[in-house]
């Protein structure tokens, strides 16, 4: 089986599972698929919105529901916790919305609003909206800008390494980010 049919079998539903569990970077690729004609702009772009609005109600399901269990626990331990609390507090339905689109909120943010006097009717629908906006302006931008991102990663030859320097920079970045977060927590 091609890599082009098995994208057209699975493509959707990975993009769905994908814009749940990691987020902006899933839903570029989607774009990007789209870009190249192996899934359909519109059925990425639901998919992603679907996504991120079930894994987002879900969370904040966890929140609502098991307080005091250690997840919530721990999640309320984080700075990005409190910093989302302060937030919410100050712009409930404004944050709501636009939590997606803030670095280093995204995961914590539906369990803090979880915790919250948020009724769960408005969540659902601010985040239903939200998911929809957040999912539409990624994957277009993946679908719009997929020409010179294929350029981009043409030029580092035509033998494949483009993947090895893709993978040496995520491994970079993410170890990077790790010392961060040690040294940031040892400091504190």
């Not at 939590?99 to 948020?118: D, E, H, Q």
């Not at 970079?172 to 040690?182: M, P």
Request: some cysteine; hydrophobic content about 55%; glycine content about 12%.
């Amino acid at each position: 089986m091609s890599i082009e049919a098995l994208v057209a079998q699975y493509g959707l539903p990975a993009l769905f599972i994908g814009a749940g569990l990691e987020g902006e970077a899933a839903v570029v690729a989607g774009g990007l698929l789209a870009h190249r004609g192996l899934v359909p702009i519109g059925g990425a772009m639901a998919a992603v919105s679907l996504g991120s609005f079930v894994a987002d109600q879900l969370w904040f399901q966890v929140g609502r529901r098991f307080r005091d269990a250690r997840l919530v626990k721990k999640a309320r331990a984080q700075p990005a916790y409190a910093r989302a609390m302060r937030l919410l507090e100050r712009y409930p339905i404004g944050f709501i919305f636009a939590f997606r689109f803030i670095y280093g909120l995204r995961t914590v943010s539906p369990i803090a609003i979880g915790t919250s006097n948020v009724s769960g009717r408005t969540y659902l629908a601010v985040n239903a909206a939200a998911a929809v906006i957040w999912g539409c302006c990624f994957t277009l931008a993946g679908y719009v800008f997929g020409k010179s991102i294929e350029e981009f990663f043409g030029r580092f030859g035509p033998h494949g390494h483009q993947w090895l320097y893709l993978a040496a920079a995520i491994v970079i970045v993410g170890a990077a980010a790790g010392l961060f977060h040690w040294r940031r927590r040892k400091a504190a």
